[in-house]
């Protein structure tokens, strides 16, 4: 296992940051306030709890940051180095870290990989006729992704996010990696994957670890549907993965619906939430979930605009419909936080029935128990020790 001590305390804002400043989609007049914008929300970040900021694609693309055209230059919408080098500065000068998205399946049509017939030959991407496949057997794209991962952690990033990781070989990141970490070997590295065999891809890729696709879809479904065995069956997957690695786990991001959007009924955000922060894993937040912004993704040309909206120049500009929800979230993460084991903690179901879940989150000697009830009565249900405690309708407790 690879994984870095620091990340057991990681809780990451995940921020677009095309969209996040105006840059993408592109309107007429209206210039972007590139990477400075992220500046004066940093200290949001920090009083949210969170210890990170998990980028989406900053460097110089075609259109929404997945089409690369450069993986050594800021995109010039965000800004240049300079403005690349401030906000690291910025944020670690607050103790948080930064991690960056690494889109190293594809590149866009205007990068100079794409004339390079060795270096792609595997078509398009998932039938994206401007996002073209490299080739990963070729050494040299192997030498061009170690060279872009380390130039960018020497700048003083501190991880990445590897896009799309499923699509690439796992013997690449095998060749690729221990290079990189040969020199960083604090970096944090994650890849996306969706489905399959989330440990024996952490294994074979020697990444840190995975996104938790899985468990997302189990929380939001259990919750929709009144069914808690969907998440019960998830958690003990859940607890198998953590045997090799810690997963990524979400409930948003950048290329889902919006957690407030998803849920049938608002009232579950907070048992989704709490879910997320008192069970095992590295948590990340999609920023203004924390909000209660909403967002439909939808399968069309431009179906993440809605999910990936501009926000304003300070977070003054908030309307204030979301302080109950950001508290909510201030006080899990805050939890979380101060019990820094959750990182590695398995669980164990305690009461289960289709609306009401009790389970067990335990490291070792540590121990917090979650009860949940998604019904709209209110219920009782079994504590440690054999005494009960009542729940309202559509609420959670944690001891």
Excluded: C
């Amino acid at each position: 296992m690879t994984e870095a001590g620091w990340v057991q305390h990681a809780v990451w804002w995940q921020v677009y940051p095309l969209g996040f400043a105006g840059a993408y989609p592109v309107r007429p007049g209206v210039h972007s306030g590139g990477l400075h914008r992220l500046q004066a929300w940093l200290d949001y970040a920090i009083e949210l709890g969170a210890s990170g900021l998990l980028l989406g694609p900053i460097f110089a693309s075609e259109t929404h940051g997945y089409d690369t055209v450069d993986h050594l230059r800021i995109d010039p919408r965000l800004g240049g180095n300079e403005d690349f080098d401030q906000l690291i500065a910025a944020a670690h000068d607050r103790g948080l870290r930064v991690l960056l998205d690494g889109v190293f399946n594809h590149v866009g049509r205007g990068h100079a990989a794409a004339a390079r017939e060795s270096w792609t030959g595997r078509g398009v991407f998932e039938g994206h006729d401007s996002l073209v496949t490299l080739n990963h057997d070729e050494p040299a794209v192997a030498d061009y992704v170690t060279e872009v991962m380390q130039h960018w952690l020497r700048r003083g990033a501190d991880g990445w996010r590897l896009d799309a990781a499923y699509a690439v070989p796992t013997g690449f990141w095998a060749r690729v990696l221990p290079r990189v970490r040969a020199e960083f070997p604090e970096a944090y590295i994650f890849g996306e994957v969706i489905h399959g065999d989330y440990a024996a891809f952490v294994e074979q890729s020697t990444v840190d670890s995975v996104t938790q696709y899985e468990l997302w879809k189990a929380i939001w479904s259990a919750l929709n549907d009144g069914n808690f065995f969907e998440l019960g069956w998830a958690l003990e997957r859940h607890n198998s993965f953590l045997d090799t690695f810690a997963p990524q786990t979400f409930i948003g991001n950048h290329d889902v619906t919006r957690i407030a959007s998803q849920l049938t009924d608002e009232r579950n955000i907070p048992l989704a939430l709490a879910i997320l922060l008192t069970i095992g894993g590295t948590p990340s937040i999609w920023s203004g979930d924390e909000q209660g912004f909403r967002g439909v993704k939808e399968e069309k040309a431009n179906g993440d605009d809605a999910i990936r909206p501009e926000f304003p120049a300070t977070p003054a500009e908030l309307a204030p419909y979301g302080d109950s929800l950001r508290r909510l979230h201030q006080d899990l993460i805050g939890l979380r936080r101060r019990h820094p084991w959750l990182h590695r903690a398995r669980t164990r179901q305690l009461h289960l029935t289709n609306e009401q879940f009790v389970y067990e989150a335990f490291d070792g000697d540590s121990r917090l128990v979650v009860a949940l009830n998604a019904g709209d009565e209110p219920a009782l249900v079994p504590t440690v020790g054999g005494g009960k405690v009542e729940l309202a309708a559509r609420s959670w407790t944690a001891s």
